[in-house]
């Protein structure tokens, strides 16, 4: 695969504090240092597309949609400066303290300030939060790794029109010094010095987003059919933490420069999911196969899906693990030679089966005369036991045990069993119809291609790089990233049906079938082409 970065944009923008080159000193005198009683702070809300003196728009960012970045609903939950900071108040905040409209839009203007109590250090914003995440009502004197807690539910309840939840960009609590090291909220003592003196903390969504464009003009030798197939989402985290530490990539580490743009402390564009580097398999990934798929999974083109993070620790680089994109497509062979003839055969079984042997493309009624002239062949022979027949064995082997069990046909001894053995074969066809979808699969050299549907799968690359193979955040889906999965060309058939995620093949391990861009933004923006 190939890859090209566009790097991330986050997306809603929430100040508590404006950049450092913002803030307008008011002398200490202002600050509160006294834990009892209550403080004032302020803040204003600033998404990318509030209007600012600051580029939130470049060619490695994209802004969201109105959907997408909409604050229905935000609190601002606040701690103490302890390990496990504990919680001191958690509030809903108005508009006119949010600093947004009635309809979810930042003004870009500081909201009203308002009291906290004295004792809060640290601060977590949660924009349109789930029904799963802790209640406001139940949270005040909880730590933060309880509010943290690994949520399961549908990603649906968080990434709809009923509002995307963002939560702090940084991946912790803020406030923070350059480097991203912990420090202490300021308040103070008076509502004027609170509104001179917003801090600023960034929030971005917790899902991520992929989308994507096939193109069905291939060089391959075939017709390529997007009709009653598309693309889906395979191995899908099934958990989400509401806050996800970031994580430098090998490549950020090695050189490569830090990826997203909002990452303003500089600690890296991958994140930590709950299954990071505990991996349960079926308990925390939702898996497609043949027997749960359903119509709904399939995507048209141009289409996208929102989904959690799915990141991993480098020795959990395995398909098994890692979320892919599953393409569902009809790959109809243009033709079809038969033996000694140079003229191409264009008909195409009715029901679109055909099979694929040894690198050659076969309808039902090309592959027997193939090894009709194979047999003929061989019992020409001086001795025939010296000459074999690949397409025979490889056709016979289909129908055993092996393959879908309907028997093997008896293969003839001399010349004159041949039409024997011929009619024998002819009389499968049938047989093989009926077996159903059971048919689609693959024994040895022969792959059977049911209704010409093929099936291929692209893991979605974060950091790619050349320099370094299955390295720590090569792989992966991250929050508040946009994935387009450029689809350029496919060369060659799939699979027959759906692959299993194998739990020991490393990511790296893939076949040359597919062409694809992958481009990531932090709605962040990363583009991935693959070639099939």
């Known amino acids: 695969m190939k890859k090209k970065f566009f790097l991330m944009f986050t997306l809603a923008t929430m100040i508590f504090a404006a950049c450092n080159n913002d803030i307008i000193s008011n002398g200490d005198d202002d600050i509160v240092t006294d834990p009892k009683g209550d403080a004032w702070v302020a803040l204003k809300v600033i998404t990318p597309s509030t209007p600012s003196t600051r580029g939130l728009n470049n060619p490695n960012q994209e802004n969201g949609s109105a959907e997408e970045s909409k604050i229905k609903s935000i609190r601002a939950i606040f701690f103490t400066m302890d390990a496990d900071p504990i919680v001191t108040a958690d509030m809903e905040l108005r508009n006119e303290e949010a600093g947004i409209t009635d309809d979810g839009r930042p003004t870009g203007n500081p909201g009203n300030a308002f009291t906290v109590p004295a004792t809060s250090k640290r601060i977590l914003l949660v924009a349109n939060p789930s029904e799963n995440f802790p209640h406001l009502n139940n949270t005040v004197g909880k730590k933060y790794s309880d509010i943290n807690a690994a949520i399961t539910e549908d990603v649906g309840n968080i990434s709809s029109i009923e509002g995307f939840m963002m939560t702090n960009a940084k991946g912790g609590l803020e406030p923070s010094l350059e480097g991203g090291e912990d420090t202490e909220l300021k308040l103070y003592k008076t509502v004027e010095a609170a509104n001179r003196s917003p801090l600023s903390v960034k929030i971005d969504r917790v899902v991520a987003k992929v989308r994507v464009n096939i193109e069905t003009n291939t060089e391959a030798p075939a017709i390529i059919d997007l009709n009653n197939g598309g693309w889906a989402l395979n191995v899908t985290n099934t958990k989400y933490f509401p806050v996800s530490e970031r994580v430098a990539t090998w490549y950020e580490l090695n050189g490569g420069g830090f990826r997203a743009p909002f990452d303003q402390y500089k600690l890296g564009s991958y994140r930590r999911d709950p299954n990071y580097d505990s991996q ?34 480098a020795p959990y680089n395995m398909h098994a693990y890692t979320t892919h994109v599953l393409f569902k497509i009809k790959f109809i062979p243009a033709e079809y030679k038969l033996p000694d003839s140079d003229t191409p055969v264009m008909n195409q079984e009715s029901n679109g089966d055909w099979m694929l042997i040894n690198g050659g493309y076969y309808t039902f009624t090309t592959l027997m005369n193939w090894i009709e002239a194979e047999l003929t062949y061989k019992f020409s022979q001086e001795d025939p036991s010296i000459v074999p027949t690949a397409l025979t064995n490889a056709f016979n082997r289909y129908l055993g045990p092996e393959g879908i069990g309907i028997g093997e046909v008896e293969l003839p001894n001399n010349a004159g069993d041949i039409a024997t053995t011929m009619s024998a074969f002819a009389d499968t066809k049938e ?38 193979i299955n390295e720590l955040g090569e792989f992966g889906v991250v929050r508040n990233s946009v994935y387009d999965i450029n689809v350029t060309k496919f060369n060659s058939p799939g699979y027959p049906t759906i692959p299993e995620p194998g739990t020991n093949e490393p990511d790296e391990e893939e076949g040359n079938w597919l062409s694809v861009q992958i481009n990531v933004n932090p709605w962040t923006w990363y583009s991935q082409e693959e070639e099939f």
């Open 280 to 313: 349960n398999g079926s308990l925390d990934y939702h898996y497609i196969n043949e027997f749960n798929v359903t119509g709904d999974e399939w995507l048209g083109n141009h289409e996208s899906k929102y989904c959690f993070e799915n990141t991993q620790d």
């Open 431 to 468: 047989k093989i119809i009926q077996s159903g979808p059971n048919r689609a699969r693959s024994v040895g050299n022969l792959t059977y291609y049911a209704e010409a549907t093929c099936y291929y799968k692209a893991i979605i690359k974060h950091d790619d790089t050349k320099d370094a």
